[in-house]
């Protein structure tokens, strides 16, 4: 599935991945709604305990942001990871874009790891890096009139870290999607 089909698909369906299941009166209105439930907050800080708990155990891979342990999203049973990384819809459909400090005139991401949850429902969140699939290469994701470029954007197949971080209020979004699990080599303080 590509990214643009991934993007609308995510802003009118409910998810039904996760055990705990809330009333779906405000899905069928899709975002436009308010997103009332708070489910981007509960899943940002699944992914966050998820993070946290990363340890070395193979289970079978699914492919929603609740599978655990970190590590197995993705690729089957990936060692060493320690963020999953993932992107936020906001409530008009479009996705969440944060800039990092650039590399060659290329600053702006849509991928994100969390760093910290407080205040209830606010995070901060790492910038990713997109990078092609050599790992070293910065993919360019936005067109020249500042909209996301969905061919560019599917050329994305790693990540790197960034020293930029931003804080969101995470009631302002409406749909989270984890991409992969990926080793970082950040440490714990």
Do not use: Y
Not at 50 to 66: R, Y
Not at 69 to 90: E, K, Q, S, W
Not at 153 to 177: I, K, M, P, Y
């Amino acid at each position: 599935m590509s990214f643009e089909e991934m993007e609308s698909s995510f802003t009118v369906q409910p998810s039904h991945h996760h055990h705990h299941h809330e009333s779906s009166s405000s899905s069928s209105s899709g975002c436009r709604g308010g997103c009332n439930l708070n489910c981007v907050c509960q899943v940002v800080r699944a992914i966050k305990d998820i993070q946290d708990m990363a340890e070395e155990e193979c289970e079978p891979c699914t492919s929603n942001c609740f599978v655990e342990p970190l590590g197995d999203l993705g690729v089957r049973g990936r060692r060493h990871a320690d963020t999953r990384v993932f992107t936020l819809t906001l409530k008009n459909g479009e996705l969440f874009k944060a800039l990092f400090r650039g590399h060659m005139g290329k600053c702006v991401s849509v991928f994100f790891r969390v760093e910290e949850i407080f205040d209830n429902c606010c995070a901060t969140l790492r910038v990713l890096v997109p990078l092609k699939k050599d790992g070293k290469t910065v993919v360019d994701i936005l067109d020249q009139h500042g909209k996301i470029n969905f061919a560019e954007l599917c050329e994305v197949r790693d990540w790197g870290r960034s020293n930029s971080c931003v804080t969101v209020d995470l009631h302002c979004f409406c749909a989270v999607q984890c991409i992969a699990d990926v080793d970082l080599d950040i440490c714990d303080d």
